[in-house]
């Protein structure tokens, strides 16, 4: 992508100007430290010269390189790189392919490895997928041959919160009263879930709901990458950690809920369900910790059932067993979705556990309100919603 920069690695300035930068806070790494770093290199650059290399050091030093620029640009939520030739960008209306390019694969392998190692973790042929967080990026790169046309890396942005509750709502008089039931669900400390697809705002809207919580009390929040910052003065943030080469000091989501709980936690949230930690959040939930909550990966409120069948077996627990799990402990699903660049709260259910043919406990979600055709219309589960916000 930058012929400049790509002369500079070749050359080994780069690298000269990472060793004597090394060890330097981010805060001291101004234009002036790396245009003296450059100037010491003993090239012959010249002063305009090291002017016209010094912003794609930069990048190439503190940021994401030759993608620096798509990162800087406000409108940008996500970049993804499909191998030298193919960069695509999302601004909030889909995706779109834009010009710029690499030169070759071997830049774009090396641009991958460089900021997976940022983040303290390794890619290589051994180890082909790896993800990290970068200074409010979310990377992920893939390598060959596991990425048959080409090294893939996609970045997610997070960008200082521009949308709020209203947003994934309305203005109409049935989006106020929908508005009113979100903000019960929060603060008579009901359990709940945050459901939708890929992309489709569940951690945003989890914030927005979570920035309800009384500023009185303390909310632990768990997640595999921190992306969660609710407007709330008492919110603590664990990550997870993968193993080291030695396959040492894995911290799992499932193990910081547990940790969680140690930490006098008013709330606890698990920024999304993706394994066996979900039997920890419902446990949690099932023993005093009301007003909990998280995402998961869900087309629909009618699926989550079947997601939390799944993550159940993932820890131990059969079907039955999750059913009774969940249906005493989750009160409410929110379900968002999707559609060309817009998102839009469109379910709000109840959670309901009622024998099959066999008399066993079968998990469903009831809907309650339910936004279809431009408008809000109650179901069957609208009296029971009702009960549970204090109407």
Known sequence: MSERLALLEESGVVAGVRGRLAGQADAGLGPVEIGRALAAQGRLLGSDGVLAAAPAVTAHVRGLGALQPLVDDPSVTDILVNGPLK????????????????????????????????????????????????????????????????????????????????????????DEYARHVLEAVVRRRRNFLVSGGTGSGKTTLLGHLLGLVPEDERILLVEDAAELDPRHPHAVSLQSREANTEGEGELSVAELVRQALRMRPDRLVVGECRGAEVRELLTAMNTGHQGSGGTLHANSADAVPARLAALGALAGMDVSTTALYAASALDAVIHVRRDRGSRRIEQIGVFEASPDESGQPRMRVVPALVFHGGAWSAREGMERLEALCGF
Request: aromatic content about 4%.
């Open 87 to 174: 960069i695509w960008v999302d601004r909030g209306q889909g995706l779109e392919r834009i010009q710029a390019r690499f030169s070759s694969e071997e830049e774009v392998r090396r641009l991958a490895q460089r900021l997976i190692s940022l983040g303290g973790r390794r890619i290589d042929d051994a180890r082909p997928c790896a993800d990290v967080q970068l200074r409010g990026c979310r990377v992920h790169a893939v390598l060959p041959p596991v990425a048959s046309r080409g090294t893939l890396i996609s970045v997610r942005v997070a960008r200082p919160r521009r949308t709020s509750l209203e947003s994934f709502l309305g203005e109409g008089v049935q």
